[in-house]
């Protein structure tokens, strides 16, 4: 099962570690004068080479299953499993006090971790999302080399020192780029939209009722935000007279409209309509005196006028 798969898979390794051996005794066995004994000695170093880069492999491993598998005391946080996979963990000295951490880089956070006194296990020491940091890349002075810093407007800075160039140069283009890549994958916070303020209509509509024009929709609608307290208080008695000033204007407009209405407004009985007199059906009665006897006679107003006009 996983004990087989295990042994299997890492024979290759115990091997590379013989390999270096066994090429140093056959080099005692070669003639000086034999045409491979300078390709032999050059097998050994690389050989040796080989087996100490897979051990510092082997080593690198071991500690992220260590770490992934949640033997960090003092962690209160989510699973590090859930972090994602460590794309790269290695000890530095933090500090001007040269204090030794590790490093360890998820996709979207940097972790540093410290060792017991014994050596038995990592100790949780802080966390840093990569959404609020950058890394800069520091020359060598007197005091450090090979070293970066870590600064970001929510933290102290943090002076990190590796052991060798190559070291630092990797710490900078990975966190770099894990740096980049998580701001390319966060959205981007969209500013609040401002509020527009409400347009006025003639007519007022409620839920299911109305409100005609009216007069008292001349005065001014409350400001839409209050003023800040800061103002000083020239401004606002300047201010406060501009106020006093509208009100006198429309308290004028809401007078002459009040007067227009009261002049144009009369009773219906003096907006009847004259009546209309239709020459045909008016009588007019006519008196005319013969002699001693006055004669009344009932006369349209047609005849009447057309006797006027005879005489």
């Not at 082997?58 to 299953?65: A, G, I, P, T, Y």
């Not at 794309?87 to 040269?98: I, P």
């Not at 410290?114 to 005091?143: C, W």
């Amino acid at each position: 099962g996983l004990l087989v798969l295990t042994t299997g898979l890492s024979k290759p390794f115990r091997r590379l570690e013989k390999y270096a051996g066994m090429l140093t005794e056959m080099e005692r066995h070669v003639e000086e004068t034999h045409v491979d004994r300078g390709d032999t000695q050059r097998s050994v170093s690389v050989y040796k080479d080989i087996a100490s880069a897979c051990s510092v492999v082997r080593r690198q491993k071991e500690m992220e299953l260590e770490v992934i598998s949640g033997g960090v005391r003092g962690w209160e946080g989510e699973d590090l499993a859930n972090m994602g996979e460590i794309v790269h963990m290695g000890s530095v000295a933090v500090g001007s006090e040269h204090r030794d951490r590790y490093l360890v880089l998820f996709p979207t956070t940097l972790l540093m971790l410290s060792v017991s006194q014994r050596m038995s296990a990592f100790i949780y020491e802080g966390k840093l999302p990569l959404t609020g940091i950058s890394i800069n890349k520091l020359e060598d002075t007197d005091s450090y080399k090979n070293a970066f810093e870590i600064v970001g407007p929510m933290i102290e800075k943090i002076l990190a020192i590796c052991q060798t160039k190559e070291d630092q140069q990797t710490w900078v283009d990975l966190i770099r780029l894990q740096i980049r890549n998580v701001r390319v994958s966060s959205p981007v916070p969209t500013s609040p939209a401002r509020p527009t303020p409400p347009t006025h209509s003639p007519t007022v509509s409620g839920n299911s009722h109305s409100r005609p024009w009216s007069i008292s929709c001349l005065r001014p609608s409350p400001p839409l935000r209050f003023r800040d307290d800061k103002i000083s208080r020239n401004s606002r008695k300047t201010s406060e007279r501009g106020f006093e000033e509208d009100a006198k204007i429309l308290r004028v407009i809401e007078a002459y409209c009040t007067s227009a209405k009261t002049r144009y407004t009369v009773n219906s009985a003096m907006l009847d309509a004259p009546p209309l007199l239709i020459a045909e059906e008016e009588k007019i009665i006519d008196e005319d005196s013969k002699g001693d006897t006055n004669i009344v006679q009932e006369k349209s107003l047609v005849d009447t006028v057309y006797a006027l006009k005879d005489e």
